[in-house]
């Protein structure tokens, strides 16, 4: 079965550090492209960013709203991919989806995890 | 790219033919996808490239269109359909949703 699970999530301080997780199954995670897309609750879905295939050298690239301070990295070896999000803000607080691109069409996403929350509050 | 739905929310009844229209602030050929997000839940990939049914997604769904104009039809509602349903480009990063259409019976 294809999955996808999220964890990392919780509350973290603004300026503060969080770094979240998503374990893939089901599927050779490094022919895949991997993106982590967020929401607002009640609010709609923003793309946050997206690790390229091992094929692609595991390129990344970032929303303007999340570049320099969040970084996407992933261990093949644990079929792991990452989100490491530094000097957190109250407006990054959502739900967390880490997403699977779909094979044919790499800006679609097929597959996605459950979600992670994450709160920035004081 | 800015994409476009409007409206926010419908509603219908079951049987009824619904039709949600997406729009592009630029020509994104066919890049275009569909999810529906029932409450609680991830998103689902229903359509992508505008007009191709994701698999085991019920033929009652469509897509249609190219350039900036989309539209999303279930061609007979059923009580399972609702949902919120959010069209994404692809064509340029960064990706992009709509604000998504609520349907409601």
């Known amino acids: 079965e294809v999955q996808l699970v999220e964890s990392g999530g919780g509350l973290v301080q603004p300026g503060g550090s969080l770094r979240l997780s998503c374990v893939v199954s089901?599927?050779?995670?490094?022919?895949?492209?991997m993106d982590w897309v967020r929401q607002v609750p009640g609010k709609g879905l923003e793309w946050v960013g997206r690790s390229r295939n091992k094929a692609n050298t595991y390129t990344t690239e970032y929303a303007a709203s999340v570049k320099g301070r969040f970084s996407i990295s992933r261990d093949d070896s644990k079929n792991s991919l990452y989100l490491q999000m530094n000097s957190l803000r109250t407006e990054d607080t959502a739900v967390y989806y880490c997403?699977?691109?779909?094979?044919?069409?790499?800006?679609?996403?097929?597959?996605w995890g459950q979600g992670t929350k994450v709160t920035v509050s004081s | 790219i800015q994409m476009t739905q409007s409206p926010s929310s419908l509603s219908a009844s079951v049987g009824d033919r619904v039709t949600i229209p997406c729009q592009a602030s630029?020509?994104?050929?066919?890049?275009l996808n569909w999810y529906q997000q029932k409450p609680g839940k991830a998103p689902k990939l229903l359509i992508y490239g505008a007009s191709n049914l994701e698999t085991g997604v019920p033929s009652r769904f469509g897509g249609s269109g190219s350039g900036t104009d989309f539209t999303f039809t279930i061609s007979s509602l059923q009580p399972e359909d609702i949902a919120t349903y959010y069209c994404q480009q692809y064509d340029f990063l960064p990706f992009t949703f709509g604000g998504g259409t609520k349907v409601e019976i």
């Open positions: 630029q020509d994104i050929s066919t890049y």
């Open positions: 997403a699977r691109s779909y094979s044919g069409s790499p800006g679609a996403f097929d597959i």
């Open positions: 089901g599927f050779t995670f490094s022919d895949r492209y």
